[in-house]
């Protein structure tokens, strides 16, 4: 049996602010944006080339809004990609550089965490990367 992970909420308090800040700053896609009824409107944003989405919305969760920490995806370059989210207006982090990989860590403006990291010192991750 297969299984895929499509689709992760992010509690927020301001669907519209958050939604600039994923696609204007830190380069997620707006796939969707629609609202089914009163209280409840989806909104999924993807990360460029991930297969999995992120949805923020009204009436998606029961998580407070800033409480979804230790979201992550891997980058190609974590030195490359703090300072490409720095230059949007991130506050990124400086890289952590690890063993196991190269860190760089952000916030969206409620608080809920993410961390993109980057493959060992010396190391590539071009597999993660194919097409």
């Not at 979201?71 to 207006?89: K, N």
Request: proline share 8%.
């Amino acid at each position: 049996m297969q299984m895929k992970l499509e689709l992760v909420p992010v509690p927020v308090t301001d669907v519209d602010r958050a939604k600039a800040f994923y696609v204007e700053k830190v380069g997620f896609n707006a796939d969707y944006d629609h609202s089914v009824r009163p209280g409840l409107r989806f909104v999924q944003l993807t990360p460029p080339g991930s297969a999995c989405s992120i949805v923020i919305g009204d009436g998606i969760t029961d998580m407070a809004p800033g409480t979804q920490h230790g979201l992550q995806m891997v980058v190609a370059d974590a030195t490359a990609a703090g300072d490409e989210l720095r230059s949007r207006g991130v506050d990124a982090s400086e890289v952590d550089v690890q063993q196991w990989g190269s860190f760089v860590t952000f916030a969206d403006p409620d608080g809920n965490t993410w961390a993109l990291q980057g493959p060992p010192p010396g190391q590539s991750w071009d597999h993660k990367f194919a097409s």
